[in-house]
């Protein structure tokens, strides 16, 4: 990752590409674990020099970890939010380990936009939640397609469990009451992030145009982990199931 703007903006992307971070970790505390344990079962399936799609990957926050990890990986990112491709693109300006694709996920063709036909692993995390069943069922059978034989797909996310209502409603109210305690002491939350890109020079206008896209807030649905892996195993994965869960979230891979 980059320390210093190389883009000619002036803009410092490590600053953002931090502050992206520390506002995802106030909602989700053990992000980094997650990330580890993905990284540890990219490593174990297809080896430390995957070439590897980071799916709606925002910032580019899996690339990075996964460039300092395996250095001899490669990584596209594809995102259709401006902002955070801004960012993404300052971050890995001149590593020629990144290719970034502006496409829409939701779109039958947005697969034709990649450099590649095929993966060793597809990644995404904090991201699918903001699609319907409807549009999630589609891009899983698109990516059956897009990971290669003995490939694996992970999707870090919220996955609910209607069926435990009393559990469900006791994690919330904790992990609520952890999060007002950290806003107490000066934690940025998701809107208070976009504020100040909307007040940066250089993030004003992609952070409008993100806005236009996706309105405040996109208005998925978050299925259960057992949902998830039925739907990939019906779509052409052979295997699926969660290698990592937290009281809020999962990590479920998917194994061609």
């Known amino acids: 990752m980059t320390d210093t703007d190389t883009t000619g903006t002036g803009t410092d992307w490590q600053a953002w590409q931090a502050g992206w971070d520390r506002q995802q970790e106030w909602y989700m505390p053990d992000r980094e674990e997650r990330f580890r344990v993905m990284l540890d079962m990219v490593e174990a399936l297809v080896g430390d020099r995957p070439r590897v799609l980071d799916l709606a990957c925002g910032t580019g926050s899996i690339t990075a970890r996964l460039l300092d990890r395996f250095p001899g990986a490669t990584s596209t990112g594809v995102d259709l939010d401006p902002a955070l491709l801004a960012i993404a693109r300052g971050t890995f300006a001149g590593d020629d380990r990144v290719t970034l694709v502006e496409a829409d996920l ?26 319907h069943t409807g549009p999630l069922e589609a ?12 490939g694996v797909f992970m999707n870090a996310d919220h996955m609910i469990d209607e069926t435990t209502p009393r559990i469900n409603a006791a994690e919330r109210a904790r992990r ?54 039925r739907v990939l195993r019906e779509k052409g994965f052979a295997e699926a199931r969660p290698v990592w869960c937290s009281p809020s979230d999962t990590l479920l891979l998917a194994l061609r």
């Open 106 to 131: 939701k779109a039958p063709d947005w697969p034709a936009l990649l450099p590649h036909e095929s993966y060793d692993a597809v990644l995404t995390a904090t991201a699918l939640h903001w699609l």
């Open 139 to 150: 891009l899983y059978g698109r990516l059956a397609g897009l990971v290669r034989p003995g």
């Open 176 to 229: 609520h009451a952890r999060m007002d305690r950290a806003r107490q002491a000066g934690a940025v939350d998701w809107a208070e992030w976009w504020q100040l890109a909307a007040q940066d020079p250089v993030l004003a206008g992609p952070t409008a145009r993100r806005f236009e896209i996706y309105g405040e807030h996109a208005d998925g649905d978050m299925p259960s982990a057992a949902w998830h892996a």
